[in-house]
């Protein structure tokens, strides 16, 4: 099923733009990690699998996660990735619930929660406020908030203080962790923190490991919350070569790697945001701090188009409530990549009939 609301397709992801036709296209669609995932990784999931005969036990693999985040093992739930966990909370969630949802945002929790039988509030941040979180804009009645931090795909990080002041008793707090990592020193971060009321923290391992063909991520909640959605998972629902990778994803040397893996990204967003400032028909929300970049400009969808031909998938904008046709979300790449996308997109915006902008990839 396909949640249309009010003309968002709520179920459009960037891997759609890299499917049929998408042969030799560079991806800055999707938000994965290029280079991944690294061949030690690789190697620990081959080694796995002679031991698929067995049924998965996922006691090992939670214990490195609940440790990852100096937690109790009884507040981790391993998920075939976060969207899973959004489909469990939303199935979770009693009939007459009042649900909200902060957008623009990963749209599969408002899906999700659609499907499951919920009417659904939106609160739109706005361009002019930098898509910046105002917890007081949030009503009051609201018993479920979801909120991602880093955004996807305003790519905006939210103070962890204004984000904590969303909770309140008897309301659940949802806050989609998983582009955190990609984030240097995680400054913002909840997952961990035990002193927020109704505090659930959704975190991926697919994105900074290239991982989304293998689907694993985890929940960090009270035990009260672990529990039913535990209960309302199938037997044995993370592959025994997923729990090898969660295993190995949090170990001390796989977090240093990620954490320098960010600290790269940091520099190569910031040369994509240089070259695009270099375009006067081009905004972005500068205040960027995931591995990807929004941008607007006028006829973005016949740029988009254009950039197809030049060789470039970029991931549209109007799927995300809050947004239109203007908007575009790139995926940050090395140098030499985005300095030959910054060129097409010269190319691109020349056209489509923009006003001339001058080549940016220097």
Same mark, same amino acid.
């Given at each position: 099923?396909?949640?249309?609301?009010?003309?968002?397709?709520?179920?459009?992801?960037?891997?759609?733009?890299?499917?049929?036709?998408?042969?030799?296209?560079?991806?800055?669609?999707?938000?994965?990690?290029?280079?991944?995932?690294?061949?030690?990784?690789?190697?620990?999931?081959?080694?796995?699998?002679?031991?698929?005969?067995?049924?998965?036990?996922?006691?090992?693999?939670?214990?490195?996660?609940?440790?990852? %985040?100096?937690?109790?093992?009884?507040?981790?739930?391993?998920?075939?990735?976060?969207?899973?966990?959004?489909?469990?909370?939303?199935?979770?969630?009693?009939?007459?619930? *009042?649900?909200?949802?902060? %957008?623009?945002?990963?749209?599969?929790?408002?899906?999700?929660?659609?499907?499951?039988?919920?009417?659904?509030?939106?609160?739109?941040?706005?361009?002019?406020?930098?898509? *910046?979180?105002?917890?007081?804009?949030?009503?009051?009645?609201?018993?479920?908030?979801?909120?991602?931090?880093?955004?996807?795909?305003?790519?905006?990080?939210?103070?962890?203080?204004?984000?904590?002041?969303?909770?309140?008793?008897?309301?659940?707090?949802?806050?989609?962790?998983?582009?955190?990592?990609?984030?240097? @020193?995680?400054?913002?971060?909840?997952?961990?923190?035990?002193?927020?009321?109704? #505090?659930?923290?959704?975190?991926?391992?697919?994105?900074?490991?290239?991982?989304?063909?293998?689907?694993?991520?985890?929940?960090?909640?009270?035990?009260?919350?672990?529990?039913?959605?535990?209960?309302?998972?199938?037997?044995?629902?993370?592959?025994?070569?997923?729990?090898?990778?969660?295993?190995?994803?949090?170990?001390?040397?796989? #977090?240093?790697?990620?954490?320098?893996?960010?600290?790269?990204?940091?520099?190569?967003?910031?040369?994509?945001?240089?070259?695009?400032?270099?375009?006067?028909?081009?905004?972005?929300?500068?205040?960027?701090?995931?591995?990807?970049?929004?941008?607007?400009?006028?006829?973005?969808?016949?740029?988009?188009?254009?950039?197809?031909?030049?060789?470039?998938?970029?991931?549209?904008?109007?799927?995300?409530? @809050?947004?239109?046709?203007?908007?575009?979300?790139?995926?940050? *790449?090395?140098?030499?990549?985005?300095?030959?996308?910054?060129?097409?997109?010269?190319?691109?915006?020349?056209?489509?009939?923009?006003?001339?902008?001058?080549?940016?990839?220097?």
């Amino acid at each position: 099923m396909y949640a249309h609301a009010d003309g968002h397709d709520l179920r459009h992801h960037g891997d759609a733009e890299m499917r049929d036709g998408a042969a030799g296209l560079v991806d800055l669609a999707v938000n994965v990690r290029t280079g991944t995932p690294p061949d030690w990784l690789c190697a620990r999931i081959a080694e796995s699998l002679t031991g698929l005969a067995a049924y998965p036990d996922g006691r090992v693999a939670r214990a490195a996660v609940a440790a990852r %985040h100096g937690l109790p093992a009884e507040r981790v739930l391993l998920t075939a990735g976060a969207a899973e966990a959004f489909v469990l909370l939303a199935r979770a969630l009693p009939a007459g619930s *009042r649900p909200v949802v902060v %957008h623009p945002q990963f749209t599969e929790p408002e899906a999700a929660l659609r499907d499951a039988g919920h009417e659904v509030r939106r609160v739109l941040l706005r361009e002019e406020e930098g898509f *910046r979180l105002d917890p007081a804009a949030v009503p009051e009645d609201a018993d479920l908030v979801v909120l991602g931090n880093p955004t996807n795909p305003t790519s905006v990080l939210h103070p962890a203080g204004t984000v904590a002041r969303l909770a309140r008793p008897g309301r659940t707090l949802v806050v989609d962790e998983a582009f955190m990592d990609a984030v240097p @020193g995680e400054p913002e971060a909840l997952a961990g923190r035990v002193d927020v009321p109704g #505090l659930v923290v959704l975190r991926s391992l697919t994105k900074t490991w290239g991982l989304a063909g293998l689907r694993i991520g985890y929940v960090l909640a009270e035990p009260e919350t672990v529990e039913p959605l535990e209960r309302a998972l199938p037997l044995w629902p993370v592959s025994i070569p997923a729990l090898a990778a969660a295993e190995a994803c949090v170990s001390p040397a796989a #977090l240093a790697e990620a954490e320098a893996a960010a600290r790269r990204t940091a520099v190569e967003r910031a040369h994509l945001l240089a070259g695009l400032a270099e375009f006067d028909e081009v905004r972005t929300v500068a205040a960027a701090r995931g591995p990807f970049v929004l941008l607007r400009t006028a006829r973005a969808d016949a740029v988009r188009a254009r950039l197809r031909v030049l060789g470039f998938a970029t991931r549209r904008g109007d799927t995300f409530p @809050g947004l239109d046709a203007r908007w575009l979300r790139l995926a940050v *790449r090395d140098r030499a990549t985005t300095n030959r996308f910054l060129q097409a997109l010269d190319q691109s915006l020349t056209a489509v009939g923009e006003p001339g902008g001058g080549t940016a990839g220097g």
